[in-house]
């Protein structure tokens, strides 16, 4: 089956690169939390297309993909991105500085899983959005983001690319995150007063400061171990925070360590567990422990993976989460 990625020559001929259009105002939904609403063809693209007209059809030219349809767009068209750098943006214009939840209308028709896209504000980068594989425009999450009073620009940068966008919307976020007060007693009643200060520590930061970290880039291509018969460890893996700490003066606060030796078959081991003791006693940082999960390949074998079918690796597992349970 051929993968094209399939756009009607009449409508690819409707369609027009957005250079600079000014803003517009946002649609408003009245209610108690108002909903701000922006359509993606009112904004501005660097490369992308914005298309005044909907279709319904294949998604593939030889006719063997999936049926999407276009034609429920919002608004007077939408917008596409398809090569990596590409961008679209809109001016949101907010009454208040604060935190808001923010929606995206999207259509992802071309790629069985996903794709994923960049989200900046204010040319500020903030992470990644992924659009989960759909046939005809719906919402998903981007998450709470935190926005200036006045005009902000959101943008999205082709990052997968391939995707549609219809609109997006803004709303307040709820008081559980906007006055989330963390308590200052741990649930565990018989945590070590090292623990205890961590937490404490980590609850004055909260809302005022934030903490810098880094994951230490683990494996033989950054090991040399065999060059420390004495073990101090924080030598091994230094890489990003020797170049960190020459850039800025200072190494991060926090080291990501990633117990993955744990739960192999391999027989190597990395020496995570010291490292982690040597960053907390001897350096006084802070250390947040990661884990690849590895788990069995089928049920009652002994071989393992954490790999899923359809990322395309192999070993695989076809364990699942929501059958752990299960008689």
Same mark, same amino acid.
């Given at each position: 089956?051929?993968?094209?990625? #399939?756009?009607?020559?009449?409508? *690819?001929? *409707?369609?027009?690169?957005? *250079? ?13 939390? @108002? ?7 009112? =904004?501005?693209?660097?490369?992308? @297309? ?5 279709? *319904? ?6 006719? $063997? ?13 939408? /917008? ?15 009454? $208040? ?14 790629? !069985? ?13 903030? =992470? $990644?959005?992924?659009? !989960? ?14 926005? @200036? ?11 997968? +690319? ?34 205890? #200060? ?13 903490? /810098? +970290? ?20 924080? @030598? ?5 925070? $020797? ?12 080291? =990501? ?6 739960? /192999? ?9 010291? #490292? ?7 350096? &006084? ?18 071989? #393992?993976?954490?790999?899923?079918? &359809?990322? =395309? ?6 364990? /699942? ?7």
């Amino acid at each position: 089956m051929k993968t094209h990625h #399939r756009i009607p020559a009449i409508i *690819a001929a *409707a369609a027009f690169a957005a *250079a600079a259009v000014s803003p517009v105002m946002p649609t408003v939904t009245s209610g108690a939390d @108002k909903v701000l609403k922006y359509e993606f063809e009112d =904004g501005n693209t660097e490369g992308g @297309k914005i298309f005044t007209e909907g279709w *319904a059809g294949n998604t593939s030219e030889d006719g $063997e993909g999936e049926e999407m349809d276009m034609t429920s767009f919002s608004g007077t068209g939408f /917008s596409y991105l398809d090569q990596k750098g590409t961008t679209v943006s809109v001016t949101a214009d907010v009454p $208040e500085a604060g935190l808001y939840e923010l929606n995206i209308c999207y259509c992802e028709p071309y790629d !069985p899983n996903k794709k994923v896209q960049y989200l900046n504000i204010n040319g500020v980068n903030q =992470g $990644e959005v992924t659009f !989960p594989h759909n046939l005809s425009f719906s919402e998903t999450s981007g998450g709470v983001v935190s926005l @200036k009073k006045g005009e902000n620009i959101i943008e999205l940068n082709s990052y997968w +690319g391939y995707t549609y966008f219809d609109y997006l919307t803004l709303t307040p976020a709820d008081k559980s995150i906007t006055e989330l007060s963390p308590t200052r007693t741990l649930s565990n009643p018989d945590a070590s007063e090292s623990a205890q #200060r961590l937490y404490s520590y980590l609850r004055d930061q909260y809302g005022n400061h934030i903490l /810098s +970290g880094q994951q230490e880039y683990c494996g033989s291509h950054n090991y040399n171990i065999m060059n420390d018969p004495d073990k101090v460890y924080i @030598k091994d893996n230094e890489e990003e925070f $020797e170049y960190i700490k020459k850039v800025t003066g200072k190494h991060p606060a926090i080291r =990501g360590i990633d117990f993955l030796v744990y739960n /192999s078959d391999s027989t190597w081991d990395d020496d995570a567990a010291e #490292r982690t003791i040597y960053w907390v006693k001897e350096l &006084h940082g802070i250390a947040t422990v990661t884990w690849h999960w590895n788990v069995p390949c089928a049920k009652d074998r002994t071989k #393992r993976a954490f790999y899923l079918e &359809h990322t =395309g690796n192999t070993p695989f597992t076809t364990f /699942s989460i929501s059958k752990a349970l299960e008689e």
